[in-house]
């Protein structure tokens, strides 16, 4: 069975860094594109970006190129993403994702979500 | 690059059909057939639920169609049950190795 499982909610600082995972099992990581969504309190979804585990080739969204990182660990099955200085508009949930059929066009797999808070 | 258009809510009745929109541009909902859908029920994670503009993942019921005229896709889902009821998104290819999503469409089974 595919899962994507995401690490635990973090409660952190404006100014602050932070990286959250996603581990993969259940499929071939490095077969599939891994994507990072966002979802602000109450509103609706994002697409960030993905990255393909295999040569981690990486895309992202122009309204969060230059403002997160994209990155996979493909021998922990492993994909993240950080942040070098948050803000407290970065507080949402962020879902891991996985692409359709070797594409990252749509995602058929979700992770739980990452609950970020900042605040100070 | 703006979000895909959506209206905020719509309702049915049990057992009746509603249709959801979502309108784009040429650069992408009428640019590519690579518009999906996602139902996220509330408090749950979202669910694709159609992919390729009318493809649905094993699993999905044969209620949920999906289609696209122009710009505009649409969400159809037939005979509505009460679990139907929460938010469905739609995402497509937006060109230069970008999806967009919509804004969300709020479901309301009566």
């Known amino acids: 069975e595919e899962q994507l499982v995401q690490s635990g909610a973090e409660l952190t600082k404006p100014g602050e860094s932070l990286k959250i995972s996603c581990k993969a099992s259940g499929y071939s990581f490095t077969s599939y594109w891994i994507g990072w969504v966002r979802q602000m309190p109450g509103k609706g979804l994002e697409w960030m970006g993905v990255?393909?585990?295999?040569?981690?080739?990486?895309k992202y969204s122009p309204s969060f190129q230059g403002q997160v990182t994209i990155s996979a660990d493909k021998s922990i099955t492993t994909a993240y993403l950080q942040w070098s200085s948050l803000k407290a508009s970065d507080t949402a949930i962020y879902y891991c994702?996985?692409?359709?059929?070797?594409?990252?066009?749509?995602?058929?797999?979700w992770g739980q979500g990452t609950l970020v808070t900042v605040s100070s | 690059q703006s979000a895909l258009t959506q209206p905020a809510s719509v309702s049915g009745s049990p057992g009746h059909s509603i249709n959801i929109s979502c309108t784009g541009t040429n650069n992408d909902v009428g640019g590519y057939n690579l518009v999906s859908w996602y139902q996220q029920n509330p408090g749950k994670t979202p669910k694709l639920i159609i992919y390729e503009g009318n493809k649905r993942p094993s699993g999905v019921s044969n209620r949920f169609s999906g289609s696209r005229s122009g710009n505009t896709a649409s969400l159809t889902i037939s005979g509505l049950q009460a679990e139907d009821e929460g938010d469905y998104y739609c995402s497509a290819y937006a060109g230069s190795s970008t999806v967009i999503f919509g804004g969300g469409t709020k479901l309301t089974v009566l």
């Open positions: 990255i393909y585990p295999s040569n981690s080739d990486t």
């Open positions: 994702t996985k692409g359709g059929s070797g594409y990252y066009y749509w995602f058929d797999s």
